[in-house]
């Protein structure tokens, strides 16, 4: 049985994957002093998927984005600002 959820970290086709979050992610895990591997158990997704978060290459749904800002000791507030900045 098909779920909404099951594509929901799929990009349409059409749909360019989000550059500047990917930058942003990476750049805040930098400053932090924190590993992908670690910031990926903090935020309770796996490695390779949050590597590929930061790669550009898969869009976060927003309870993975959520635990991510978690993660990295942010709020969704600064994230979105960073962001803007970033774009």
Do not use: C, H, K
Not at 22 to 44: C, D, H, I, K, P
């Amino acid at each position: 049985r098909w779920d909404a959820r099951d594509d929901a970290a799929v990009p349409a086709p059409d749909q360019p994957v989000d550059a500047a979050l990917a930058a942003v992610l990476r750049r805040l895990r930098n400053a932090s002093g924190l590993s992908q591997e670690a910031t990926a158990q903090a935020a309770g997704i796996s490695l390779n998927t949050y590597s590929r978060i930061e790669l550009g290459v898969s869009s976060p749904t927003w309870p993975t984005v959520r635990g991510i800002a978690n993660a990295l000791d942010v709020s969704m507030a600064e994230l979105g600002a960073a962001i803007d900045a970033q774009g």
